[in-house]
C-alpha cells in the first residue's frame, strides 16, 4: 500500500504532466535481427515546469510493461477516488 | 552487421580441432559473439596452442558465424548445418551446430534488448498526496499524484548517464486523461491480437 501524504503545497510547485502522446508500433527488423515481430508502446510526455517551459520526454515500453504501466495507473486513480 | 560466411571463415573455423576440450570450444563461441578483443585472441591462442594471427581469425569467423545464426533466426539444427560446406569436419559441425542452438534464444533475447531504441522505461514510482493547503488558499482537500519514471538509454552519450529520471505531479483531470489514452492502446492491442 503506498504511503498518503498530507502536505502544505509550498511555493516551488512540482512539474505538471500536461500531456500524453502515445504510439503503438512493431520493430520489424534490425541490423541484428531480421525478423523481429516484437511490438511496443512509446509515450511522448508534455510536461510544464513551474516556469511554464514544456518539455519532453520520450520512452519507450514492451507490452508486458505496458500492461504493468496501465495497471499502477488504475490503481492511482482507484486511490485518488478514496482518498 | 551481418557479414556474410566466406570458405575462408570455415577454414578458419576447423581450427576448432585443436580445442583441448569442448568446454573450449563453447567457452570460445560464446566469448566471441559478444566481442573480438585482443584478450580474447591472446587467451585463445594460449589455450589452443595456435598462433595470435590465427586465433584471432578464428574468434572473427565465429563472431561472423553466430551473428549469421541470430540475424537470420536460424533455429533448427538442419538450418544451421546446411550453413555448412559439405566437405567440413563432420564432429566437429555437430559441436558448433549444438553449442549455437544452446544459446541463440539468450543471445536473441539480449539482442532484443540492445537494440535501437527510445530510452526504455525501467522503473515506475508513484505516491498520492492529499494537499491540506497552500500560500494562496489556506485549507483544502485536493488529491494529486506524484508519478516518477525511470529511463535507461540504449545508447546513451560518452558523457552522460544512461539513467534519467522524470518526476511529475497529476491532478485529478490528467489522471482520467492519461487512462484514457492508456484504455484506447489496451484496445488497439486486443484488436492487433485478434486478428
Known sequence: VRPILFKERARDMPEQLVDMQWKLGMAVSSDTCRSLNSPYVSLLLKIAEPSGQISQKALEMTIPQFQNFHKQFKEMAAIMETV | ?195
Open chain 2, 1 to 195: 552487421m551481418a557479414a556474410g560466411l566466406s570458405s575462408e571463415d570455415f577454414t578458419n573455423l576447423q581450427l576448432l580441432l585443436k580445442a583441448p576440450s569442448k568446454d573450449a570450444v563453447r567457452d570460445v563461441c560464446v566469448q566471441s559473439h559478444r566481442a573480438v578483443s585482443q584478450r580474447l585472441t591472446e587467451n585463445t591462442a594460449a589455450t589452443f596452442s595456435i598462433p595470435a594471427a590465427q586465433a584471432a581469425q578464428l574468434i572473427q569467423s565465429l563472431h561472423t558465424l553466430s551473428h549469421h545464426v541470430l540475424f537470420y533466426n536460424l533455429t533448427s539444427p538442419e538450418q544451421i548445418l546446411a550453413v555448412f560446406p559439405e566437405s567440413f569436419h563432420s564432429s566437429l559441425k555437430n559441436l558448433i551446430t549444438k553449442i549455437l542452438l544452446e544459446n541463440s534464444p539468450a543471445w536473441r533475447t539480449e539482442a532484443l534488448s540492445r537494440q535501437v531504441s527510445l530510452p526504455q522505461l525501467k522503473e515506475l514510482d508513484w505516491r498520492v498526496d492529499l494537499v491540506t493547503g497552500s500560500d494562496s488558499v489556506s485549507r483544502m482537500a485536493v488529491p494529486t499524484c506524484l508519478v516518477q519514471l525511470k529511463m535507461e538509454d540504449p545508447c546513451p552519450s560518452a558523457v552522460g548517464d544512461s539513467i534519467s529520471t522524470v518526476t511529475v505531479e497529476l491532478s485529478r483531470e490528467s489522471l482520467d486523461t492519461i487512462l484514457d489514452g492508456l484504455g484506447r492502446i489496451r484496445d488497439q492491442l486486443s484488436a492487433v491480437a485478434g486478428k
